[in-house]
T-cell receptor
Framework: DTEVTQTPKHLVMGMTNKKSLKCEQH?????MYWYKQKAKKPPELMFV???????INESVPSRFSPECPNSSLLNLHLHALQPEDSALYLC???????????????FGPGTRLTVL | QKEVEQDPGPLSVPEGAIVSLNCTYS??????FMWYRQYSRKGPELLMY????GNKEDGRFTAQVDKSSKYISLFIRDSQPSDSATYLC?????????????FGRGTSLIVHP
C-alpha cells in the first residue's frame, strides 16, 4: 500500500463549528505532516510529527490542533476558524527518522476546506 | 531572495513539444531534489527525485541537476494534454533526520491538442 488517504474530501464549516480532518498511511512511515495550500501557491508547512511526537509547529494559530494517535494516523482538529483559513489541507508522510538519508514525501489528495 | 525560485507561468505548449521546467536555488546545503506534479484540486504526486548532479531519466521525463549553477530542470518529451498540471520542485539537505523539503511556487503547464 503506497497511498496516503484523507477524509473528508470536502468540508464546509461555520466559524463556530468544531471539525476534524483525518489522514492515514500504511507505508510504515514514521514522519507525518500537515500542509496548507492556497490557490496557485506552494504547500505551506503547518506541523510535523516524527515517531508520533510533534517535532515542528510552524507558529500555527491555536484554532488548529494536531493529533497523532498512532504511527498510521494523523488528525487535525479545527475550531473557531476564520474565512481566510479556507484552503486545501494536505497530509503527507515520509520515512523519517535519524537513519533516513532521503526524505521524499508522499501526499494525500487533500481536504478542500471552506469556512463560511 | 527566496531559497527556491520557480517561474509560475503559465507555460502553454502544443501537444508533442518538449517542455523544460526549471528552478534555481540559493542554499548550498540542498543536495536532494524532487519534482512533484499537482493536478488541479489534488495533492502533489512525486514524479522524480535525484541527489546527484547530472541527468536522471524515467520514461518521458528527465531530471537534470547542475549544482555548480544551483539550477535544476525537468524535461518532458512528447508532451500530452494529460501532462497539463502544476509542477513543483522541492529540495532539502541530505544529512539524515527529518528534513523538510523547501518547495518552489510551482509552474503551471498547459499542453493543448
Amino acid at each position: 500500500d503506497t497511498e496516503v488517504t484523507q477524509t473528508p474530501k470536502h468540508l464546509v464549516m461555520g466559524m463556530t463549528n468544531k471539525k476534524s480532518l483525518k489522514c492515514e498511511q500504511h507505508m510504515g512511515h514514521r514522519a507525518m505532516y500537515w500542509y496548507k495550500q492556497k490557490a496557485k501557491k506552494p504547500p505551506e508547512l503547518m506541523f510535523v510529527y516524527s515517531y508520533e511526537k510533534l517535532s515542528i509547529n510552524e507558529s500555527v494559530p491555536s484554532r488548529f490542533s494536531p493529533e497523532c494517535p498512532n504511527s498510521s494516523l494523523l488528525n487535525l482538529h479545527l475550531h473557531a476558524l476564520q474565512p481566510e483559513d479556507s484552503a486545501l489541507y494536505l497530509c503527507a508522510s515520509s520515512q523519517g527518522g535519524a537513519r533516513t538519508l532521503v526524505n521524499e514525501q508522499f501526499f494525500g489528495p487533500g481536504t478542500r476546506l471552506t469556512v463560511l | 531572495q527566496k531559497e527556491v525560485e520557480q517561474d509560475p507561468g503559465p507555460l502553454s505548449v502544443p501537444e508533442g513539444a518538449i517542455v523544460s521546467l526549471n528552478c534555481t536555488y540559493s542554499n548550498s546545503a540542498f543536495q536532494y531534489f524532487m519534482w512533484y506534479r499537482q493536478y488541479s484540486r489534488k495533492g502533489p504526486e512525486l514524479l522524480m527525485y535525484t541527489y546527484s548532479s547530472g541527468n536522471k531519466e524515467d520514461g518521458r521525463f528527465t531530471a537534470q541537476v547542475d549544482k555548480s549553477s544551483k539550477y535544476i530542470s525537468l524535461f518532458i518529451r512528447d508532451s500530452q494534454p494529460s501532462d497539463s498540471a502544476t509542477y513543483l520542485c522541492a529540495m532539502s539537505p541530505l544529512s539524515g533526520g527529518s528534513y523538510i523539503p523547501t518547495f518552489g511556487r510551482g509552474t503551471s503547464l498547459i499542453v493543448h491538442p
